[in-house]
């Protein structure tokens, strides 16, 4: 199984709304990431997680809060939103062994902020 | 900041015709992998080629790696309708080892013409 799946698909929200993304995965991976993508855009790093732990955090507004809470599970919390955080949002899967490892990717939450 | 460019940004062929896509980026890399994405949703891992290689073959899609001039080229032959869509390169975005996040070029978008 080589499948990544995120819930929900699509959501909107208030400026002043708390929700919640969910991911999960179960190929035994050990490192789970988010991306943020806006319209017409490529996808952009976000956080990274190996071995639950938070690993990289590329300078995220802290409206983001990420959380990992076993090794199939990587949620983003949201809080505060704007307009422009409205995009797609990817969760993607690796092996950490190596840095070569391919990233399965899961189809992604559209999130529209209003 | 943006670690591959891709080149061109749009291309509009015949079906049954090749299409050729190229990719430069900036830094020293571990790998490079090129992705599709139909329609704004998940991304699909296409074929990943590490730094040590130079050519890559899977099915109809021919990678080559140009690491002196950082620059990939990814080639789909016989092209059909369904390959329409986006095609990324990616590149790790840190030289250590263990979970690395992937840094993305802008993107090509293909259109297969039936």
């Known amino acids: 199984d080589t499948e990544v799946t995120q819930t929900p698909k699509h959501l909107v929200m208030g400026m002043t709304n708390k929700k919640s993304l969910k991911c999960e995965q179960h190929m035994g991976h050990r490192a789970m990431y988010w991306y943020k993508q806006k319209a017409k855009k490529p996808p952009e790093l976000m956080f990274v997680y190996s071995y639950e732990k938070l690993s990289i955090n590329e300078s995220v507004p802290s409206r983001f809060s990420p959380e990992c809470p076993n090794s199939s599970l990587l949620n983003l919390h949201l809080h505060a939103l704007q307009p422009e955080d409205s995009a797609l949002y990817l969760c993607?899967?690796?092996?950490?062994?190596?840095?070569?490892?391919?990233?399965?990717f899961g189809p992604g939450t559209r999130l529209t902020v209003l | 900041s943006q670690q591959g460019e891709e080149d061109p940004q749009a291309l509009s062929i015949q079906e049954g015709e090749n299409a050729t896509m190229n990719c430069s980026y900036k830094t020293s890399i571990n790998n490079l992998q090129w992705y599709r994405q139909n329609s704004g949703r998940g991304l699909v891992h296409l074929i990943l080629?590490?730094?040590?290689?130079r050519e890559k073959h899977s099915g109809r899609l021919r990678v080559t790696l140009d690491t002196s001039k950082k620059s990939s080229s990814l080639l789909i032959t016989a092209s059909r309708a369904a390959d329409t869509a986006s095609y990324f390169c990616a590149t790790d975005a840190y030289s250590g080892g263990g979970a690395d996040g992937l840094t993305f070029g802008k993107g090509t978008h293909l259109i297969i013409q039936p």
């Open positions: 080629i590490r730094s040590n290689e």
């Open positions: 993607a899967s690796s092996g950490v062994v190596l840095s070569t490892d391919t990233q399965y």
